[in-house]
């Protein structure tokens, strides 16, 4: 069974600031990772994807994320915050033999200060 | 390139009453799936369909039922419905399963059971 579990439901940073989602996954096989956005009134955008390529992923809007096997962790990182990031995000997890199976966290909100 | 429609954007229906709800995949796509948003939650797999077969379910109960057609659109139905049926309904599609590619959602179906 594969699972995730997002750590903090409501993140709250100044602009500008460092943004850290923290996101653990749980899977028997090797995962696929991704990390989402939602905006409100709106569906799911895809910011990144893990595939067992290169651990360090780079995303849309200045967004990365590093797989870390060891700590079954992949944290998604911005380096200075802007007031468009705020949204609700969601790390998920799927495998290879069903891609579109995908197991979503229960999201984080982030929240930009001015 | 027209991407993943939804409708209705809201509904409002009355405990008991059956709904259907519609998905229209992004062009090339060939693979459906359903997931139900509670409030505050995150996004739950229902199911998928596949070149118009069901390809994999979740946790939900036979009232939740769908079709996939020839032309790849989706139906949604939820029959006898309960209050706990409330929630964004999202449908996403990808080119095939068992694809990396990452799942592209409609904005969703906002359904109220009172």
């Known amino acids: 069974a594969q699972s995730v579990t997002q750590l903090g439901s409501h993140v709250s940073v100044s602009e500008g600031a460092l943004v850290l989602l923290r996101c653990n996954y749980s899977s028997s096989v090797p995962p696929y990772l991704f990390w989402y956005v939602q905006y409100p009134n709106q569906g799911l955008q895809l910011l990144l994807k893990y595939t067992s390529a290169a651990t360090l992923v780079k995303g849309i809007n200045g967004f990365e994320a590093e797989f870390k096997k060891s700590e079954t962790s992949f944290h998604l990182t911005k380096p200075s915050a802007h007031m468009s990031d705020a949204a609700e995000y969601f790390c998920a997890v799927t495998s290879y033999s069903s891609a579109s199976k995908i197991i979503f966290g229960s999201g984080t909100r982030l929240s930009i200060r001015p | 390139e027209t991407g993943v429609t939804q409708s209705p954007t809201h509904l409002i229906k009355t405990r008991g009453q059956q709904v259907t709800l519609r998905c229209s995949s992004q062009s090339g796509h060939n693979t459906v799936s359903w997931y139900q948003q509670a409030l505050g939650q995150g996004p739950q797999f229902i199911f998928q369909y596949y070149r118009e077969e069901e390809n994999g379910r979740g946790n939900f109960p036979p009232r939740f039922s769908g079709l996939q057609f020839p032309n790849y659109s989706s139906e949604l139905n939820v029959n006898a419905l309960e209050l706990d049926d409330s929630a964004l309904y999202l449908c996403?599609?990808?080119?095939?399963?068992?694809?990396?590619?990452?799942?592209?959602f409609g904005n969703g179906t906002r359904l109220t059971v009172t």
């Open positions: 996403a599609s990808s080119p095939q399963d068992g694809d990396n590619s990452p799942l592209h």
